[in-house]
């Protein structure tokens, strides 16, 4: 079975200020992506981040970047110069590219960031 | 209407009730998605339609049937619910069924089964 774990329930950040978000995941499959999703409160849930598995270099997206150590099965995400608006649940989600599951998305349990002013 | 979007957005039924769920993608998209989020627990994917065809059905209840007529409508029939199918259900959708594609969600339909 594949599982994703995110193992902080919630965390705070001071705004401005550098937060890292965990989470480890397992797999028999090679090939895959790594997902961050962002439920901001009674908002739609939207892609934050996607990383390559076969991939090494890290993904950044302008403020968010990813740690991904395969090795580790690890893929954590780090949210630079905090802002207000960061404040959300946060998903990581595995997607197999192949065997039964290709294409779905494995999702933790989240994060629920706080960012305070 | 933009992106994803779903109907009603909260619903509250009784469990001898028959009742719809509405979902449709303004996107273009050729796959879609339900999900049910529960408190405390990971999203769960419950059914797939790529092109209209169902690819996924993860073990759900009967009780939940879903319906695509359409690459841009998607139904989830709910009739005999229990107390603890009460959960927010998502709707997404993606350009194909691949791992690389972004999913886009809805707003969710708050579901509350007496």
């Known amino acids: 079975a594949q599982t994703v774990t995110q193992s902080q329930p919630e965390m705070s950040v001071q705004e401005a200020e550098t937060v890292t978000l965990s989470c480890t995941y397992d797999t028999s499959e090679s090939n895959y992506y790594l997902f961050w999703y962002k439920q901001p409160p009674s908002r739609q849930m939207i892609l934050v981040i996607r990383?390559?598995?076969?991939?090494?270099q890290n993904a950044t997206e302008n403020r968010f970047s990813v740690n991904f150590q395969k090795a580790a099965k690890s893929f954590s995400l780090k949210i630079s110069d905090s802002q207000l608006g960061d404040t959300a649940m946060y998903f990581c989600?595995?997607?197999?590219?192949?065997?039964?599951?290709?294409?779905?998305?494995?999702f933790g349990k989240g994060t629920k960031l706080s960012v305070k002013p | 209407e933009t992106g994803v979007t779903q109907t009603p957005r909260h619903l509250v039924m009784g469990m001898t009730n028959k009742k719809s769920l509405k979902c449709e993608q303004h996107?273009?998209?050729?796959?879609m998605y339900w999900y049910k989020q529960s408190a405390k627990k990971p999203l769960e994917l419950m059914f797939v339609y790529n092109f209209k065809e169902q690819t996924e059905n993860n073990s759900v209840p009967s009780r939940f049937s879903p319906e695509c007529p359409n690459s841009s409508h998607l139904f989830l029939h709910l009739h005999t619910l229990q107390p603890e199918d009460s959960a927010l259900y998502l709707c997404a959708s993606s350009q194909g069924g691949g791992s690389y594609n972004e999913q886009f969600f809805g707003p969710g339909t708050r579901l509350t089964v007496l």
């Open positions: 996107l273009g998209h050729n796959a």
């Open positions: 989600a595995l997607s197999p590219l192949y065997g039964g599951s290709q294409g779905n998305l494995i």
């Open positions: 990383q390559e598995a076969y991939k090494q």
